[in-house]
């Protein structure tokens, strides 16, 4: 029960903001290139998502809850999602639905074919992310999908071509997205679940 009050949160919370997005592109408040915002906003979205699944292993080393792998999956798929609509959006908005325009993009702009990458990436991840597709790969099913570090570092380069003027923001995520990447290290990983497990025996050893 808390795991699907959990999963509607999350569904409400992830919905919103395309929504939201949408309403001010029609009602004319995302300025000038509405087409524009809308691509750069779900596109960064995806990025957030995809940070956010990635912190849900090192809080269930921390916390032993397991909750949090249990939406991994959920929050995984609207990554995808987000990703879905900013390559739709690129293509309606940017592209203005002429396929020879996207050939020649996919072709010469390094950060289209860096995305182009990551979505094929993604694709990979999301159509392998059910049940049956674990039964059937076995080990190699993990494997597969550690692929997601290096779909976030293709998600990570390709933002940082495209706001190449401005690299504060892109240095926060990168941030963010390096130090998610060191908590897989196993000795990384194992102090986490030995920090974890001293908190829940003690809290008042560590204090917060």
Not at 33 to 47: I, S, T, W
Not at 111 to 140: D, E, P, Q
């Amino acid at each position: 029960m808390r795991y699907r009050l959990w999963r509607v949160g999350i569904f409400i919370a992830a919905s919103l903001p395309p929504m939201y997005w949408f309403y001010g592109a029609m009602l004319g408040l995302l300025g000038p290139d509405p087409g524009k915002v809308l691509v750069d906003n779900l596109g960064l979205g995806a990025l957030v998502l995809l940070l956010i699944t990635l912190t849900m292993t090192p809080l269930q080393q921390l916390t032993r809850w397991g909750g949090w792998i249990a939406v991994r999956r959920q929050l995984g798929l609207w990554c995808f999602a987000y990703v879905v609509l900013h390559l739709a959006g690129y293509v309606l908005f940017i592209a203005g639905l002429r396929l020879e325009l996207v050939l020649r993009d996919l072709s010469e702009r390094p950060y289209i074919i860096v995305g182009a990458l990551a979505f094929v990436g993604l694709l990979a991840l999301t159509v392998t992310s059910n049940r049956f597709s674990i039964r059937r790969l076995g080990r190699k099913w993990k494997a597969l999908h550690r692929l997601v570090y290096v779909i976030l570092l293709l998600a990570l380069l390709h933002m940082l071509w495209v706001v190449r003027a401005d690299l504060g923001e892109w240095l926060a995520y990168a941030l963010v997205g390096g130090v998610l990447l060191l908590m897989r290290l196993s000795v990384v990983a194992g102090g986490l679940q030995r920090v974890g497990a001293l908190w829940r025996e003690n809290p008042k050893k560590i204090e917060i």
